[in-house]
């Protein structure tokens, strides 16, 4: 079963608005999420490193004051997409593994993010 | 930083016959190379991986092979079938990471024809 959990699967904004897209593990804690989006027919890239109880460690070209992340608790992390655009529309999928390093990488189910 | 290169972009084959994807990486630091399964619409699933210290490993129908000198690493699919059909990705990670830091290739469109 799945034991990293994503919300909403899908969202549908106007331009202008933010959307808050959750990331939890169900079993285990994850001091460490990360956060990836996909462009139709791309590969996934990484957008950010997610740390509990610190700040998120953003890839280059990533605007962290417009991909707000927010690790308050070993077991949800949050991607707040602010003041969103049409090219803003994308797949997000978060990802989380346990703290044992030899554990495969689990993927939440992605949320689908349309700005109209 | 580590980069990671994946050919085919498409591959088409016949039930039946093998398929073989390649990825090659840029940093000889990376120890972990899983690959990933990727259906229309929906999240990667992991379908094997292998580590630094092993040359190959396989899973039934599916293989993968590591070349650390060359730096690349091959995906084999013996025996397709048509629900093998999706997008396939490959990643590194890079060794200063926590182990859930991926950097993937560019991804395979796999298609099996009956």
């Known amino acids: 079963g799945a034991v990293v959990s994503q919300h909403p699967s899908w969202v549908i904004c106007k331009s202008g608005t933010s959307v808050k897209i959750e990331c939890r593990s169900l079993d285990f804690q994850a001091t460490t999420m990360f956060w990836y989006r996909q462009f139709p027919k791309q590969s996934l890239m990484l957008m950010a490193t997610?740390?509990?109880?610190?700040?998120?460690?953003?890839e280059q070209g990533v605007e962290k004051d417009k991909f707000l992340i927010n690790h308050a608790s070993l077991t949800l992390s949050t991607l707040t997409v602010t003041s969103a655009h049409p090219e803003d529309s994308s797949f997000y999928i978060c990802?989380?593994?346990?703290?044992?390093?030899?554990?495969?990488?689990?993927f939440g189910n992605g949320t689908r993010l349309t700005v109209t | 930083g580590e980069n990671v290169e994946q050919h085919p972009s498409t591959l088409s084959v016949q039930e039946g016959d093998s398929a073989v994807i390649k990825c090659t990486y840029s940093?000889?630091?990376?120890?972990?190379f899983p690959w990933y399964k990727q259906e229309l619409g929906k999240r990667p699933q992991l379908i094997i991986d292998?580590?630094?210290?092993?040359g190959e490993k396989k899973d039934q129908r599916i293989a993968v092979t590591l070349n650390k000198t060359a730096k690349h690493f091959s995906l084999h699919i013996t025996e397709t079938q048509p629900e093998d059909s999706a997008v396939y990705f490959c990643?590194?990670?890079?060794?200063?990471?926590?182990?859930?830091?991926?950097?993937f290739g560019q991804g395979t469109e796999l298609s099996v024809k009956p």
């Open positions: 292998i580590r630094s210290n092993v």
């Open positions: 940093d000889s630091a990376s120890n972990y």
């Open positions: 997610s740390n509990e109880g610190s700040k998120a460690t953003y």
């Open positions: 990802s989380a593994n346990r703290e044992d390093r030899n554990s495969p990488l689990h």
């Open positions: 990643a590194a990670s890079p060794p200063y990471n926590q182990g859930g830091k991926l950097i």
